[in-house]
């Protein structure tokens, strides 16, 4: 199972870490730490040298109830850290976490590698046709309404079953556009509540069925916190645990703000499964 990054084939099998960079001053755990170029690239060469494949560079907060951030300062909190990742980590693969895809040109044309968008196209219609003109990783992540709207949103008769539906037309419409790689993620939080992303998890093979990569991002979110009665910033033992079980139902990429001890999860799993 391999994807192309500009040029580069990524084998999934053997699972690999996305360390995230956060350039907003809101984002539920690290919002505002990395503010200046050379903070930026001190933790850019951290999560290099922890082990991490891919940098996922956001500059819009999806945490519930987000304020709104405009599509010009989305582009001038993005557009400047992926010039600085290129000029000084030229062959680090960046992924961009939006769903605006004049944003994801103007990255893709900087040199980013991936698109991440959380709403597999939903909310800006010239996403998918972007991603086919520039032939790069698509992920599409699973979620209901808007940031304000989505943990109102969680009423479903069988949430596996109706993601599954999701992905399966989602696939469906990123292939009509000739969209070669494809990347899902099930979107924990996302318009759901605690117990619906615990039953995910639990059945977490279930998603084998599409054939596809799969990204899992758990990184210190309340399903985590909330659940064992802790804080984001305590939250990290419990997002190793989840991230070690998501590895054992198949997950191919780990979303973290945590590279080293993810990739500790990834080198023990792979111990487990040699022969």
């Keep these: 199972m391999t994807i192309n ?3 580069q084939l990524i084998d999934l099998a053997t699972p690999k870490v996305m360390g995230i960079l956060n350039v907003t001053p809101n984002s539920f755990y690290d919002g505002g730490k990395y503010k200046s170029e050379a903070e930026i690239l001190s933790q850019v060469r951290k999560m290099i040298s922890d082990g ?6 956001g500059g819009y907060s999806s945490k519930p109830k987000a304020e709104y951030v405009s599509e010009k300062e989305e582009l001038l909190r993005i557009a400047p850290v992926v ?3 290129q000029k000084h980590f030229p062959k680090t693969l960046i992924s961009i976490d939006t769903f605006r895809s004049e944003v994801a040109r103007i990255c893709i044309e ?6 991440n968008d959380i709403s597999s196209g939903s909310i800006d219609d010239k996403m998918m046709e972007t991603i086919a003109k520039y032939d790069v990783p698509y992920i599409m992540m699973h979620k209901r309404g808007t940031s304000e709207t989505m943990q109102k949103m969680t009423n479903y008769e069988n949430i596996l079953k109706e993601i599954l539906f999701y992905f399966s037309e989602k696939v469906a419409l990123a292939r009509s556009f000739g969209i070669n790689d494809l990347i899902i993620d099930p979107g924990f939080g996302f318009a759901k509540t605690l117990d619906q992303n615990y039953e995910i998890l639990q059945k977490l093979e279930l998603f084998d069925i599409l054939e596809l990569p799969l990204l899992i991002g758990v990184s ?3 399903m985590i ?3 064992i009665k802790c804080t984001p910033e305590e939250s990290l033992n419990g997002t190793s645990i989840i991230n070690t079980i998501a590895l054992t139902k198949g997950a191919n990429i780990l979303r973290v703000h945590d590279v080293k001890e993810a990739m500790e999860c990834v080198t023990l799993f792979n111990k487990t499964i040699q022969s």
């Design 110 to 115: 900087n040199g980013a590698a991936i698109i």
């Design 225 to 227: 916190y909330n659940k």
């Design 83 to 85: 010039t600085l990742i």
């Design 220 to 222: 210190r979110k309340s």
């Design 5 to 7: 990054c500009k040029g």
């Design 52 to 57: 991490a494949t891919f940098i996922d560079v």
